[in-house]
């Protein structure tokens, strides 16, 4: 061979080295880079918040309680791999873990759980999550069960009167559906329970009266969900702690009561939602209900500072505020700017504490003054430079039958980058669970993990969500699957009319409610080019049959009863029309779920492998209804992002594992 031949030959390889090997897909073109902002297809961009960043090290605290001088609450902490752990906050602000980092503090009565611990003196009570025991730890000793296997509590009340806990009780031990009954835990030596209610389906909420004769608390029954049709009940103890006597309080209609708390002069509060909105009222001397704030607000919790004033957390479209009522005219004085999130009032000897959220900063705990408030304690999270943080906005958009639907969009947000010229960011839509929850503008890291990213997001509060009053709530009865539907694919219609997105590019991601309407949407509509099931309804026949008690009748409302409306459920189950599925679809499920079990998601990607449309299937073993290890959370998010590069096209920066998406060839091979 000559020379000329062999550099011919040389300059071939070379020419396929640089124009084949080393020039980048057409869909991710080289980065440029002007005025320091460095151009890159939207998806792609490099972000400092990963996936381990934010479930690694970032905790959260819930049901936050008040005994006398001391605070104690929950934190469920990335470190302890999700673990519920119980703290204390004493007068100076300081903190003590009181519960070891390998054991959770955690019920699963109703399955999703309660307050599940008791802080009284020097007594600690608490469930364990692992054997849903009720214990209790006194100082210097080791922490002793007072229950027996197969029983689970939560909401305890001590009553000193009679030497008793008063607490909520499941009992799982027989056969059929678990029974759930008001109990009283004797903390005599002998630990005897004694039934002070039963004959409902469901129990919550027992409040004990100063004087110790009388407990409130919350009652309800199939097909009924406490936001649906409650009771509020009072039983009236004798000198031996069992019942004399039980009251229920009057009402007209389907009302939903919560939050019993009786003041220091015997006068029982609650709040109610008579008149569509869920605010305040007591009973009055007649023994009827009184309303005590008349306003259209959304009341998450409350707490009676003293005898003339309450401390209220409320939400009026979508954005939340702590409050002060005076109790005698009913007047409402906000406190301080609003938040995104607010919940847990408690009342201590030393003033009203609460925990709250902001769309740039996670829940923390806040103490009140007199016309302000201050931060006093905030768990570990990541640290988010605010050239990255994508401030949500509030918007309300026209929907189905005239009405309107309501949501937050988050643009995409990062300084360092910038999309190509002249393109529109992908979208992500986010729906929540419930599926009559809400989505709220707290700061959400996972959020941020998109729009960092170059992605935009609409979370979604369809007909139906909570935080809009009863009526607005009720539109989604018995419409699931329909109205969640249109008003995400209205969302995204008006969002795209905008000029705000790439209506080519939308996908939508949910888990449990939210998986089912992210499995709808694919299979009834087309505005979708991909989707995420996070452990995801696909058959709601399988729901109907196999779910917990807890939510065993909630589909007669959200669908209608079943088995007489079947041929209903058979139409709106999306594992019926997944030869309707042409948008790739990606399914991740905890394998210990027992509220959706996972076989939903394994027989949907089945049935999508045979079509030969784009599919994965991830599940995780250790998790149930939500997933809690870092790791496993880390995993999921992560293979989200990569499914989304490999549909629309993009190359996810950093070291991000690869998830496989079965195709056709797959299935052929």
Known sequence: MTKYMLLIIALIVLGYFVFVVATPEETTPAPASQDGVIQAPYGAWESRLTAAKIFEASDDVSALTADGDKLFFIEKRATANGRNILMQLDANDGSEQLTPSDLSVRSRVHEYGGRPYLADGDNIYYSRFTDQKLYRRSPGGEAQALTDDGLRYMECVADHFHGQLICVQEDHRGLGEAVNTLVAIDLSADGEVRVLYEGTDFVKTPRLSPDGRSVAFITWSHPNMPWDDTQLRIVTLGADGLPEKSTEIPQTGNVAFSNPEFAEDGTLYFTA?????????????????????????????????????????????????????????????????????????????????????????????????????????????????????????????????????????????????????????????????????????????????????????????????????????????????????????????????????????????????????????????????????????????????????????????????????????????????????????????????????????????????????????????????????????????????????????????????????????????
Request: with cysteine; aromatic share 12%.
């Open 273 to 669: 939602d008579f008149a569509n909105w869920l605010t305040l009222y007591r009973i009055g001397k007649d023994g009827d209900p009184e309303l005590v704030l008349d306003q259209e607000v959304e009341i998450k919790s409350y707490g009676l500072e003293n005898e003339s004033s309450a401390i209220v957390a409320y939400f009026k479209n979508g954005i939340a505020h702590i409050a002060r009522v005076d109790l005698a005219s009913g007047e409402l004085s906000i406190i301080g700017a609003p938040f995104s999130s607010v919940s847990s009032v408690a009342i201590s000897n030393h003033g009203a504490y609460f925990i709250a959220a902001t769309a740039t900063s996670k829940s923390a705990i806040y103490k009140l003054g007199e016309d302000s408030y201050r931060e006093i304690y905030r768990p570990s999270g990541p640290a988010i430079a605010e050239d990255q943080i994508s401030v949500p906005k509030s918007i309300t958009f026209p929907t189905g039958d005239g009405e309107e639907a309501y949501g937050f969009f988050y643009a995409p947000r990062n300084d360092n980058f910038a999309g190509p010229d002249g393109a529109l960011p992908p979208l992500i839509v986010v729906v929540h669970g419930g599926p009559v929850g809400a989505s709220y503008a707290t700061l959400s890291l996972s959020i941020q993990y998109w729009t960092s990213r170059g992605f935009a997001v609409f979370a979604v509060n369809h007909r139906g969500s909570t935080g809009y009053g009863r009526a607005f709530r009720k539109k989604l009865y018995p419409n699931w699957g329909i109205v969640d539907i249109e008003d995400a694919s209205n969302g995204v219609r008006w969002l795209a009319a905008q000029g705000l997105v790439d209506k080519e590019k939308v996908a939508i991601r949910g888990g449990s409610a939210g998986g089912y309407t992210t499995l709808g949407a694919l299979a009834f509509g087309d505005s979708f080019k991909a989707g995420a099931s996070y452990f995801g309804v696909s058959d709601l026949e399988i729901l109907a049959r196999e779910t917990h008690k807890y939510e065993s009748r909630y589909l007669d409302q959200l669908i209608g009863p079943y088995p007489e409306m079947r041929d209903v459920y058979i139409e709106r189950s999306p594992i019926n029309s997944a030869d309707q599925i042409k948008s790739p679809l990606l399914l991740l499920h905890g394998l210990d779920d027992e509220v959706v079990p996972p076989n939903q998601s394994r027989m949907m990607f089945e049935i999508l492998k045979q079509n030969c449309v784009p599919a994965a299937y991830l599940t995780f073993e250790g998790e149930g209804h939500g997933f809690r290890q870092p790791a496993n959370q880390i995993k999921a998010l992560e293979s989200e992002l990569d499914f989304y590069g490999q549909i629309f096209g993009f190359t996810p920066a950093g070291d991000i594992e690869s998830v496989h998406v079965q195709r056709c060839e797959d299935v052929a091979n």
